[in-house]
């Protein structure tokens, strides 16, 4: 960010505040390696009843009436091509389409999936291109290699694999690299999205593999750029053979800024079983408009107009709305909904509070309301647990994170009921009454 200084906090995390500017630390290139696998199973204890989510309220503010919608996912009514925004200071209702019909069944959930995913594409994270024309993988002494061309130009990146040995071993996509506990019996693949789509600054905008396939200008983030190539990894791992990887059990998990990262691919890519996005604050877990409400308050907070200027995880077609997204159809509740039913755990901090802990905690709250409308509440978890350091997994939260993986990766049966935040404060602070004027359907 021009006229910044950035901290830099760990590998995985550095925060611009205005002053001198600085050059971030470069990516980290060390390989993560699971350790052995322990000799019992890790059991979660019961959640903390003193911390335990609030209940959703038994009344709510009831709009009228509406129109309902029952179409099969081939059949979804489409957007029109001029797309009118209404100011919205409360969250928007993931179960209304635009056009005001209710989603009342799971087949309309899908068409209403894809309806947000246009909303986002559109106004935050720009397109996701398909699989390129020319696709080539191969793998050798721990690492997958791909090639893919596309109209005459062409790109070469790999991606290392570590903890593989066996049959069909699951996997976990470290997004950067990893920094939550190895999990035993989990293999551990590490992506360079630096490589694949820069982050350095504003400046990067266009910068790296992804541009130099698809072009400068185009429209996708780099977030999206980063989802694009862990989808070509898949397909790699899908074509190739002798690495050991059971590509029907992979995760995804990164840190902060790449937090948001791994978000990004668990939403955009559905052959990830698991997603486990850590401490991904502002522009990941948080929603917009619950971080300007803290900012508003006096609380330090990263919002959508600082963002924009500070890196380029965000399509230019998000700039226009920076300041007002209230005029925005979605907010990150429903970003996160598009995982479901798949497994997501959400893994946040109680500070700092740049990261907008008290945003998160309210947000991710209202993604598992679609979770529990699909009937799969727990599919989803969130383990928000601390202080401390950023990034530096708490032994606290491993309970947690050692249920969602040993279900969702290991097929095993696991209590992943978990809503937890360790910080009353941050929990009081969000209202539902406030915020929420819709109410969660029972899908069929």
Known sequence: MSGAYCKYS????????????TTPPPAPTTTFVPPPAPTTTYVPPPVPSTTDAPPLPSTTVVSPPAPTSTAAPGDCPTLPSSITLKTNAKLPDPFTFYSGAKVTTKADWECRKKEILQLFDKYEAGTLPPKPSGFTATYSGGRITINASEGGKSITFSASISGNSGTNVPAIIGIGGASIPGQSGV???TFDNNGMAAQDNSGSRGKGLFYNLYGSGHSA?????????????????EATTGHNIDVKHLGVTGCSRNGKGALTVGVLEPRIALTLPQESGSGGAACWRLSDKMKAGGIDTQTASEIVGENVWFSKNFEPYVNRVNDLPFDHHMWASLIAPRGLLIIENTAPNWLGPHSSWGCMNNAWKIYS???????????????????????????????????????Q????????????????WYSES???DWTTPTLT
């Open 221 to 237: 983030s780099s977030m999206v750029a980063w989802a694009w190539g862990v989808a070509r990894i898949i397909d790699g791992l």
């Open 413 to 428: 049966s696991t209590n992943t009921a978990i809503r937890r935040i360790t910080d009353t404060t941050e929990q009081n």
């Open 373 to 411: 409308a699909l009937g799969v509440p727990d599919n989803m978890g969130i383990s928000q647990v601390g202080p401390h350091d950023h990034c530096s997994f708490p032994s606290s939260g491993a309970a947690d994170l050692t249920a969602f993986v040993n279900k969702f990766l290991k097929g």
């Open 187 to 189: 293999a551990s693949i």
């Open 10 to 21: 760990n590998d995985y995390y550095s925060q611009c505040v205005p002053g001198t500017a």
């Open 434 to 436: 406030t915020w929420v």
